[in-house]
């Protein structure tokens, strides 16, 4: 997942573009703050306490591209089995809720269309 430090004197809206754009190469508009990952062992690890900013983004809606940092980026329908364990216990409700509101979607969507 896409990540980065706020620069001194940075606005975050503006270090969240400014992140996209150089993990992923696309312009996005930050929709709004969904919470914060507080991570543990960062502490434990002599870093001091790290704390995540998590944003909902919309895209411009072209084409991903890797940097230097990426082999690949990949588009998931579920959580990764891999992700740090703080993303998934913050990331899991939220990705239960998401697709709660698709599936109602989809199904409005088809009732719609079969009007």
């Known amino acids: 997942m896409p ?13 969240i573009k400014r992140i996209a754009k150089e993990e992923l190469d ?12 507080e991570y543990n062992e960062e502490k434990e690890r002599g870093y001091g306490w790290t704390v995540s900013m998590v944003f909902l983004c919309f895209s411009d809606g ?6 230097e940092d990426a082999s690949e980026i990949k588009i998931f329908n579920k959580l990764p089995d891999n992700i740090i364990e ?4 913050f990331l899991e ?7 709660k509101k698709k599936s109602l979607f989809m199904r409005l969507l088809g009732f719609y269309t079969n009007q």
């Open 86 to 89: 703080e993303q998934r216990v």
């Open 26 to 37: 696309i312009l996005v508009s930050a929709n709004r703050l969904l919470g914060y990952i």
């Open 62 to 67: 072209k084409d991903m591209k890797p940097n």
């Open 3 to 15: 990540g980065g430090t706020v620069l001194y004197g940075e606005r975050v809206a503006d270090a």
């Open 93 to 99: 409700p939220i990705w239960t809720e998401i697709n």
